[in-house]
């Protein structure tokens, strides 16, 4: 079983819906949870991080965390055509050399 | 990207020479990561630095070397390259390490 797993899409959606994006771990050392974004060609972009479960919010953007579930979701509301990227999510325990865990990314396209 | 830089852009090479990718920062970021990005798989980790001189293998480290003569300049070296080395590489820096990673634009390489 990979330590982390996300289903790579692609995820076709119309301008203004919302959006689901998860992963599940299988590492309960995991403390630490990101959202990257990446545009064709670019390097990923950090979007939202969090640590603790619950949800963290900011702007259109949702962060939830469910420790128990292991399991993490990442919420677009009101999407728009600008949002169609590769969303990753990253992992880490936070310990030594703080390396990240990332899974292999879900494609989004928002459709106008 | 602030104040991260990868040279070149693009690559091409041929089978067995040996190619090196820099990675420069500004930031003055104690962690630093090549990361090399490839459909189905990902996000891998090559190697990884926590300081200069220290340096340490990823997941994915066979026919690589790096170095780190300074606090900006992370080195990866493919010291013969073939063709399963054709890829998008990706370096990363961090600072705080949980809280997640700046990436550089990336290197795309071809191997032929």
């Known amino acids: 079983q990979k330590e982390v797993e996300q289903d790579p899409g692609p995820l076709s959606v119309p301008e203004g819906a919302i959006v689901s994006l998860n992963c599940t771990y299988s590492?309960?050392?995991?403390?630490?949870f990101m959202w990257y974004r990446q545009y064709s060609r670019k390097g990923p972009e950090l979007l939202m991080y969090?640590?603790?479960?619950g949800n963290k919010e900011d702007g259109r953007f949702t962060a939830q965390v469910d420790k128990s579930s292991k399991y993490i979701s990442l919420f677009i509301r009101d999407s728009q055509p600008s949002d169609s990227a590769t969303y990753l999510c990253?992992?880490?325990?936070?310990?030594?050399?703080?390396?990240?865990?990332f899974g292999k990314g879900t494609k989004l396209s928002v459709i106008p | 990207d602030a104040g991260i830089t990868q040279s070149p852009r693009h690559k091409v090479t041929e089978t067995g020479t040996p190619v090196t990718l820099r990675c420069h920062q500004t930031e003055n970021h104690r962690y630093m990561y090549w990361y090399r990005q490839d459909p189905g798989h990902g996000l891998r980790l090559i190697h990884y630095?926590?300081?200069?001189?220290?340096?340490d293998k990823g997941e994915v480290s066979d026919g690589y070397s790096v170095s780190r003569s300074k606090t900006e300049d992370f080195l990866l070296t493919l010291e013969s390259a073939t063709s399963s080395q054709t890829s998008v590489y990706f370096c990363a820096i961090s600072d705080t390490g949980a809280w997640g990673y700046t990436f550089g634009s990336g290197t795309r390489l071809t191997v032929v």
């Open positions: 969090t640590y603790s479960s």
């Open positions: 630095s926590y300081g200069v001189k220290d340096t």
């Open positions: 590492n309960s050392a995991f403390q630490y």
């Open positions: 990253a992992l880490t325990s936070g310990a030594g050399s703080y390396q990240l865990t």
